[in-house]
C-alpha cells in the first residue's frame, strides 16, 4: 500500500521558515512555500493539498478573501492562520508558535480533512439514495394506479360479459351462472329446485 503524502503550503515570508519546514517534513508532510493567492490557487490547481498555512498581515479583510479563494479551490482544505484572527481559519496559532506546534496543528488538519472528505462522500451517497427511494415511491404509485386501472376495466368487463349491450338487460351467460349457483345450492342442502320460463 502506497504511503500517503501529506501536502501543505506555507508563505514563502513567514519568519522560521526553514524550521517550520523541517519540523513539518519531520513528521511526514511534503511543504510547499507559496508567495500571494495566484501562487496558492496555481499550486491547487495542480494538486490537492491537506492544508494550508496563512501568514496573519493584520489585514483581516484581506485574510478572508484568501481563505473563502482556498475553500473555493478545496473545501475540505485544512487552513491554519498564523498570527492572523480566526476569522474564517479552521485554527488559529500565535505568530510566536512553534514549528512543533504548527506541525501537530497540520497533523489534526489533515485528520479533519478526511473527516470531511468523508462527510461530503457520505452525503453524496445519502443524497442518491433519496433520490432513488423518490423514485422507487413514485414508481410504485404508477404501480397503484395501474391496479387500480386494471381493476376497473376487469370490473367493467365482468358487468358487459353478463348484460346484454343493447338492452342493458342480463344475457344468457348471466343465466346460466346463475342456474349452476341455484342447483349447487338446492343439491348442498337438499332442498327443491323450480325454474319457471315466461315468454313475452
Not at 484572527?85 to 489534526?108: F, H, I, N
Request: glycine letters at 6%; proline letters at 3%; hydrophobic letters at 40%.
Amino acid at each position: 500500500m502506497p504511503a500517503v503524502i501529506k501536502r501543505i503550503l506555507i508563505p514563502a515570508d513567514v519568519r522560521q521558515r526553514p524550521q517550520l519546514e523541517q519540523a513539518l517534513q519531520a513528521d511526514g508532510w511534503s511543504a510547499r512555500a507559496y508567495h500571494d493567492v495566484r501562487d496558492v490557487e496555481d499550486i491547487l490547481a495542480g494538486e490537492p493539498a491537506d492544508a494550508v498555512i496563512l501568514r496573519g498581515a493584520g489585514n483581516v479583510r484581506a485574510e478572508t478573501e484568501l481563505v473563502k479563494a482556498v475553500r473555493h479551490l478545496a473545501p475540505e482544505i485544512f487552513v491554519i492562520g498564523l498570527g492572523a484572527g480566526r476569522g474564517e481559519c479552521d485554527t488559529a496559532l500565535g505568530s510566536e508558535s512553534s514549528p512543533q506546534e504548527v506541525a501537530v496543528a497540520a497533523r489534526l488538519g489533515a485528520a479533519l480533512r478526511e473527516v470531511r472528505v468523508a462527510e461530503r462522500r457520505l452525503r453524496e451517497e445519502l443524497k442518491a439514495i433519496e433520490e432513488q427511494n423518490r423514485s422507487q415511491v413514485e414508481r410504485i404509485r404508477q404501480l397503484e394506479q395501474q391496479c387500480r386501472t386494471l381493476q376497473e376495466w376487469a370490473r367493467e368487463a365482468q358487468e358487459m360479459a353478463v348484460h346484454d349491450e343493447l338492452t342493458g338487460l342480463h344475457n344468457r351467460r348471466y343465466f346460466v351462472q346463475a342456474a349452476d349457483r341455484e342447483w349447487e345450492r338446492a343439491r348442498r342442502t337438499n332442498s327443491r329446485f323450480a325454474l319457471a320460463m315466461v315468454e313475452y
